[in-house]
């Protein structure tokens, strides 16, 4: 039986909207946008090894910006990885075939038995993560040394974690792995 892991950038206030670029999700008039990427290049190095461990689950709105943009990041390390892996969408307004290379729609109650033979890691997708909380098995945040006030949060409730393990990056980021705690 496989897992479900999210890997999310988090600010120390626990802001996870737009780590990667300017317009990325401009929400709620959020103007942050970009702020994991001083921090990053330590950070998501030591864990996008951990995007290979399983197929990725991704929400539409994540897909959609995922998709836009890596398979144009011909000089990036990364693409080539991306591009290769098996992208789960989960998602009601989306259908098959979709544009990114081995990208499938899938509706939340598939979830079981896609677990069923692999791992399943979330990158970024916060109303999936929210939506879907209580199948989550393990959290691995980059938590960035700044605040940022507002934004859309990964947390919006009361959620009791164990922390698993720790790092800490050159560049401030702390890499924590918690899973959900036991009642």
């Not at 919006?156 to 899973?179: C, F, K, P, Q, S």
Request: aromatic fraction near 8%.
């Amino acid at each position: 039986m496989g897992k479900i892991t999210v890997v999310c950038n988090l600010t120390l206030d626990g802001v996870m909207q737009a780590p990667g670029r300017p317009d990325e999700d401009t929400r709620d008039g959020f103007e942050y946008g970009g702020w994991a990427v001083p921090y990053s290049r330590d950070a998501m190095g030591r864990l996008m090894g951990d995007t290979g461990q399983g197929a990725l689950l991704l929400g539409r709105r994540t897909y959609e910006g995922f998709a836009d943009f890596w398979p144009k990041q011909t000089d990036n390390p990364y693409t080539e990885v991306l591009n290769r892996q098996q992208k789960y969408v989960v998602s009601n307004t989306l259908t098959d075939p979709l544009p990114w290379a081995n990208s499938t729609v899938v509706k939340a109650a598939d979830l079981e038995e896609l677990k069923q033979d692999q791992n399943l890691v979330i990158l970024g997708s916060g109303e999936l993560i929210g939506s879907i909380h209580e199948q989550i098995h393990e959290y691995k945040l980059l938590i960035h040394p700044l605040t940022l006030g507002t934004g859309r949060r990964l947390f919006n409730g009361h959620t009791a974690l164990e922390l698993i393990d720790t790092v800490t990056t050159t560049t401030g980021v702390i890499l924590a792995t918690y899973r959900p705690a036991k009642n």
